[in-house]
């Protein structure tokens, strides 16, 4: 992290070439680490938001709240089971987790899924 820069006096009694050392800031480049990080996860965001926003506009909420309501005793386990082969990303699952819960999933069987796809 540093740069080190040689540079020779044009004096004719110097004739040691002056060392200069430049010390950059620790946090030199995060932001350029923070925006490629931003830019790798942008794609999983948007499908998270493209697949809760179907679920919240066009999915039957009295088919969700009858199989994955609140009051259905399988709705947890099946949906832990559903989620271990989706293997949804942290950033999917915030936008479909909130469109699910909105339309009368129990909180346990979000949460269920959540932990079964992580």
Known sequence: D?????STSSECCDSQPTVTVKKEGKY????REAWSDFIDVL????????????????????????????????AIPVAAVIGVPLYIRAEAVIPLAAALM??????????ALIIGSA
């Open 102 to 111: 909105a339309k009368g999933v129990g909180a346990g069987t979000v949460l």
């Open 2 to 6: 540093r740069k080190t820069t040689v």
């Open 28 to 31: 030199s480049g995060v932001w």
């Open 43 to 74: 794609p999983y965001l948007l499908i998270g938001i493209a697949i809760g926003s179907v679920i919240y506009g066009f999915m039957p909420t009295d088919l969700l709240e009858q199989y994955a309501g609140p009051d259905n005793p399988f």
